[in-house]
């Protein structure tokens, strides 16, 4: 699966505040399991997103976040509206 741009851009972003590698970071990748986020480091990391994408992301949603996937479909969805 070839990523877009966007998704590059969030797996930096997700590699970055979690300082863990790029490579680690896959679609199927739990943020909490997968890559040792604990809560503080799910907020930052809901916020980094918010920031670069210059949107914003209700706390109603960003409790539903647990896999890299979830933030691409949630962006995309967002994207798309």
């Given at each position: 699966?070839?990523?877009?741009?966007?998704q590059t851009?969030?797996?930096?972003?997700i590699a970055n505040?979690l300082?863990v590698d790029?490579?680690?970071?896959?679609?199927?990748a739990?943020?909490?399991?997968?890559l040792?986020?604990?809560?503080?480091?799910?907020?930052e990391?809901v916020?980094?997103?918010?920031?670069?994408?210059?949107?914003?992301?209700?706390?109603?949603?960003a409790?539903?976040i647990r896999?890299?996937?979830n933030?691409f479909?949630?962006?995309?969805?967002k994207a798309a509206?």
């Open positions: 699966m070839s990523m877009t741009a966007e851009r969030i797996i930096d972003i505040q300082g790029k490579e680690t970071v896959t679609p199927g739990n943020i909490v399991d997968d040792g986020a604990d809560s503080l480091d799910v907020v990391l916020m980094a997103i918010e920031e670069a994408f210059d949107t914003e992301i209700p706390d109603e949603d409790e539903k896999t890299v996937q933030i479909d949630y962006m995309d969805k509206a």
